[in-house]
């Protein structure tokens, strides 16, 4: 399944250029992935006070297709696209309102020890979140 959310380009999105900054569509990306979690039941706060395994990036990136302007209405996808055994990876689909393709990002999290740092298997409550992406 893939979620999608709409917002618009901002002043702080772009550069001098008057286009997106690169690392802004980063920042879109993760803020897709957030707006899912809180609407799945687990906000990244509750989430991150939890004693349960850290999620951080491990992997990222883009790929630019049109630039995207300030005052642009923009739609993100976010979808599942591999599920490891301690690991995603998200795909990411930015759209004009015509569907027109503007850019595409990939991000990997992995499970991760907070205590150790190490890699540990996906929990049953990521599993369960999950689940949403997956049907």
Do not use: N
């Not at 380009?9 to 920042?27: N, Q």
């Not at 906000?43 to 630039?67: F, N, T």
């Amino acid at each position: 399944m893939m979620v999608e959310r709409s917002f618009q380009v901002r002043l702080s999105h772009t550069d001098a250029a008057g286009v997106i900054f690169f690392p802004r569509l980063l920042e879109m990306a993760h803020e897709s992935w957030e707006d899912f979690l809180a609407e799945a039941g687990m906000p990244l706060g509750k989430a991150m006070a939890q004693d349960g395994p850290m999620w951080p990036i491990v992997h990222c990136e883009a790929d630019y297709r049109h630039p995207m302007r300030l005052g642009d209405p923009v739609r993100a996808q976010l979808w599942l696209e591999r599920e490891g055994r301690s690991s995603i990876t998200l795909g990411h689909r930015f759209l004009s309102p015509s569907g027109e393709l503007l850019a595409e990002a990939r991000t990997v999290h992995a499970a991760m020890d907070r205590q150790r740092g190490e890699s540990v298997p996906l929990t049953e409550g990521m599993l369960r979140l999950l689940a949403v992406l997956r049907s």
